[in-house]
């Protein structure tokens, strides 16, 4: 910056008592500023304003054995040389050695050019003028290279067929081009042989993967995230009805059979529209099975629960949901009674016999969810809990917390920050070694369960209640539990070091006054009152002030006035802190600034350190389970769900039918959700049972589950009599709808998935050898890299179907199937235009790829309607 423009920056003149301190008034500019400052030499920023209009640097020539003629009158940029520093391929139009001395001279001239903007100004059209007459000569002799180089190959290749687009650049000099398709050709044959191999292996190595998920879908999971917008696979949602037997007590009273109800299991293939449950008008039908009077829960373990458990043991998660009103049979099913075990008892048994390991062992937690609160049922006592999101967003159910001292930090100087770790357990947990060990689960958390009066029952569950099963291990156990307590102490010590902090301004000041100030010093000086402000007596409503100590103060001026009597720079209104009195004088207050500095670093440290254990203890955590069991925390989900309520209830009661009704079917939301393949996020969130579910339902990608597969199943239990028609009718309603959402939107999607899965599957597996080949075509035939770049991300999933029409139509490999029309489409007409904002390179490879594409887009619409038998005049192959 030249020094005329250099402006001094006034300080207020010290007050005319004399007071005033000599302290520096400069503006303490920041490290980064002077540094720039100090680096720009004189006429540097105009230099740097030349860069911005400078030309292309002389031509670089590039390696090749046939390009010599070519490359005498043209300089063309090929794959590979990307990475040149050439630049954009404007830049690297070639230049005579006339062009190049006057863009030297141009340049120069443009260099040496200062002082006023005007001349910067002229020097600067005179140089772009320049720049676009060498472009314009350069285009000119392009046209002449295109011709030439087109001539030469329309002799050498097919000439019916479509020209490549070698327009803009080439290398190869056209004698070469023969001998180099035919050695392609031999190459690609045994490529393409290889390729298929390839691609017959993975496909059979596939279809070995996941034997319980869909084969179709059996990838998603790893890849099909929605973080990136892909839609995700469906899960596998199954809804089934189950028809109990007749309660003795039911025998008793004589009850009769729901009129129409079927009792019998129906047939295990049988279509959806099938199983028909209660022949009313129309039929209630459309579940996955119905399991009738006939079957124990064995039975039911195995049809309905045995294949999603097996997740469990690649470390998923299978969930099952049971539903009805009260009497319908679900405690039946899920705990069991007597000697009849519930299918909690039945999968927990099956599980560990297939873990059959010592070392894996089940943790098992309760919890229910009572309106819109939340308990822990495993204990003595219930004990009411948390829902808190964590900083990976996932979803914590935590116990009452407890303040314990913090380990290594003692009261603040001040005694002014937290020095007690508050931390908040999670659902109380008991492990689970053997079946027999889950006793404890029906003798404490059944009881413990919120029961009321429904409208048909007086000792309805008015909760849903949740059971989880995780595979743990002793390892995995203790480093959660480690990774767990320094978790708890990290938000203990940064609100420690935060109210540090907050104190530090406290120790050094007390109130504030209001001065005028430099507006410069105002953004840059957060320091208090300094001796040189110029502290304001009044102000009135029009802006107006008077100030203190100022000869004349009391004349009620505006800021702008008094800077200018003043003959100082822009000032303006700031409230500034009062620095703190002590007895001790400043001294005093140093020191205690100095103590709390202190303060902050040790605590700082601390917070360090503790981040740096948990890092370690999340290494350690990380490790146990990848050196451990692949089934390492899968886990087993059963929920026994509160009956909807249909009624007018009054207060309390309403309000609790209310809740429940929400969150069933925020439920079925979230069913219908992940029944499908969609890249909308189910409604977890709208409810604290779907927020409690989320991570067993449809883990994210920052779950911290090994294993994101997960499969649900809902039971419906209803009762045979006819007197509990209402309600088994209502709870069959409710269980049809999430079969409607499970099976109707798992068929639709399934079509729509297929084709998606097929596309992304090919995004995914784009083979290499593929995409090398279709970039040494695109080299043959002359594509800059960032030409090439561009075709292969438009026909990103499509790369097998580019090869073939790339093949077809540079290699001149027959294709079968791909036919064109008579006369091949006209070659676009080049236009030598120059435009500011579009470099002639981009323009020409955007048109390039819209041709390209477009040309493989018209012949695809082609072969499909050749499929449908519709071209008929549709004579020759494209070679
Ligand atoms: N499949 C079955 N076979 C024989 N008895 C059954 C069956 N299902 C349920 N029962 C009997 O029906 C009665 C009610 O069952 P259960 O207690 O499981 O109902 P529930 O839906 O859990 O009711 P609540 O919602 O009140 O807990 C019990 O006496 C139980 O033994």
Redesign the pocket.
Known sequence: MSDQKTKKKKRAPPPPNGTAKSTSTKTPAKKGEIDKKASLSPGSEEAELVVVDTPPPPPTTNGGEDEESVRSIASPVFPGDEDSGLGSPKSRVSLSAADISAWASSQKTVAETKGSPLVKQKAKHSQKDSVNRLYANSAKKEAEIMALVSRQLATDMDKTRPKPAINRSTRADSKSIKPLVQRQKAMLEKKEADIKKQQELKKEQEDKECSFAPKRFSKAPTYLKRKTNIPAAPKKVSVYV?V??F?S?EKDKGSMNLEGLHLMSSARDAKPAEVVVLNTAPPISGFTGLIG?D???RHVFERIFMDPQSIVLRGGTANLF?Y??????????VIG?GK?RGLFFLAAENLLKELNSDKLFLRATACEVYGDDVYDLLGKEKIKCQLRTNADGQVIISGPSESEQMNGVAEGSNGDHATLVTKAAGLRSKEVRKPEDLKFISSTC?SK?A?GTSTT?D???RSHAILRLEVVSKEVQTATDELEQLLAEIPALQNALDNVKAAAHDVQFEGSVRVLRSVTLRESIIEGKDDADLVIKSLTDDSKMTLEGIEGGDEPKTAAEWAKQLEMDELAVTDVPLPKEYAGGKEERETKKKENLEEQVKLKKLVDEKQAQVDKAKATLSEAISSGSKALGGSLLFC?LA?ADYDNRDDAAQKESADINKSLLTLKECFRSLSQATDQKPPFRESKLTRILQDSLDPDENSARRNKESASVMLV?I?PSSSLKIGTINALRYGQMFAAVSQQNRRQSVQGMDRRMSRLSMVKKADPEVIRTLREIYKTACFSIKETNEILAKFEGREDLLLEKAKAKYWGVKKNLVKVTKSPPKAKKKKPVLDEGKGEGEGEAEKKVEEDGGQVEKREEKVEREGEGKLGETTKTEA
């Open positions: 189950r109990r037997p309660t007590e009077q079957c124990t829960n049971s009805g009103y009260t009497g319908g049979g679900k405690t039946h099913t009674y009849e059944v369960r029961t029952h000792q309805s569950s026994d009956g239990n009762s």
